[in-house]
């Protein structure tokens, strides 16, 4: 169902900039320019309830390592010099964005240590650091141990 949206999405924002016709220095282009095919994820039938799979609990501890990727990274970045702690916030609050899309509902101990993290009130809390213990073990226990990917630094 997410990647209905998304193509919805992307085929209206490229509608959207086709039909704008700007040129590179901000000018009205007067040309007409046909617009982009429309996606065939568009023109399937949406999933129903039933249908939409939740993603299984390797994948939950994927998506939280993105999680914890946007923080390290941002606390490198603070901790470094290259960004202000406004900008880390910032960064942050993306982090606890991306965190609560991903499923708590579930009974299984990777969505609930989801949940309370989801619940958390800041990041570096100890509620968010108990939390984060509870899912780093629970990722172990289905075999998707949480890992980061470092890009800032030198």
């Not at 941002?74 to 964005?97: I, K, P």
């Not at 991903?102 to 809390?125: E, W």
């Amino acid at each position: 169902m997410r990647s209905t949206t998304w193509a919805v999405l992307s085929a209206l924002v490229l509608s959207t900039a086709a039909v704008s016709g700007c040129s590179a220095d901000g000018e009205a282009d007067a040309r007409q320019l046909d617009p982009p095919p429309a996606s065939t994820a568009a023109q399937q039938p949406s999933a129903t309830p039933a249908e939409a799979e939740t993603p299984d609990d390797a994948a939950l501890c994927t998506a939280f390592g993105d999680v914890l990727t946007i923080l390290e990274n941002a606390d490198v970045g603070l901790a470094d010099g290259r960004m202000e702690a406004q900008e880390r916030d910032g960064w942050y609050r993306l982090a606890t964005r991306v965190l609560d899309r991903l499923p708590s509902s579930g009974d299984s101990a990777v969505q609930t240590a989801i949940g309370d993290l989801q619940a958390s009130t800041a990041v570096d809390s100890p509620a968010w650091g108990e939390a984060e213990r509870a899912l780093g073990a629970a990722c172990d226990d289905v075999g998707a141990p949480l890992a980061i990917t470092m890009f800032t630094g030198g």
